[in-house]
T-cell receptor, first 115, second 111 residues
């Protein structure tokens, strides 16, 4: 149980293009999903928290117009990196949490490389 | 500001050794603390601790929380090369959904 998938696992794109990353909870309903970014040899940095049907709450310093988050259903959240630049290259990880539960289950991550 | 410090940052031991990883936290309105193991990809859940002094165990791994000392330890006995990973602790704040992650301990088990 508690399986979270992400797609794609790896993406390479040109500077200026937009990239969409999907996060799905496969066997539970995720009322809350989280998006993290991780730089090499560093810990997870929370970017935003999204509750199903509501606008995402972004952490300080994260541009909401650049990192668009949609959590339209209880099993799917998407992160769109708009007008990507090389400095957006990173490992993006989502996690999902069921209502009234405290454990976050992580997806396998998406490695983004912007050329 | 919420703060989580893990120690050591890096640890290299031989297979069969026992290791203890530490996590200290300073957060407002502590609710629970979670431990994760991260290998090459995303973290996998190990333990969630809410009560002080009660050990949680899973095979060779065990963990305990000390709310008085604002800390937690993760023990791994009879280590194996497959235990090599980054171990992350993350307190959760009362009333908040998010976790505050420490910087992790990179554990390397040599054969």
């Amino acid at each position: 149980g508690a399986v979270v998938s992400q797609h794609p696992s790896r993406v390479i794109c040109k500077s200026g293009t937009s990239v969409k990353i999907e996060c799905r909870s496969l066997d539970f309903q995720a009322t809350t999903m989280f998006w993290y970014r991780q730089f090499p040899k560093q810990s997870l940095m929370l970017m935003a928290t999204s509750n199903e049907g509501s606008k995402a709450t972004y952490e300080q310093g994260v541009e909401k117009d650049k990192f668009l988050i949609n959590h339209a259903s209880l099993t799917l959240s998407t992160l769109t990196v708009t007008s990507a630049h090389p400095e957006d290259s990173s490992f993006y990880i989502c996690s999902a949490q069921e209502r009234n539960q405290e454990t976050q289950y992580f997806g396998p991550g998406t490695r983004l490389l912007v050329l | 500001e919420d703060k989580v410090v893990q120690s050591p940052l890096s640890l290299v031991v031989h297979e069969g050794d026992t290791v203890t990883l530490n996590c200290s936290y300073e957060v407002t309105n502590f609710r629970s603390l979670l431990w994760y193991k991260q290998e090459k990809k995303a973290p996998t859940f190990l333990f969630m601790l809410t009560s002080s002094g009660i050990e949680k165990k899973s095979g060779r791994l065990s963990s305990i929380l000390d709310k008085k000392e604002l800390s937690s330890i993760l023990n791994i006995t009879a280590t194996q090369t497959g235990d090599s990973a980054i171990y992350l602790c993350a307190p959760r704040i009362q009333g908040a959904q998010k976790l505050v992650f420490g910087q992790g301990t990179r554990l390397t088990i040599n054969p």
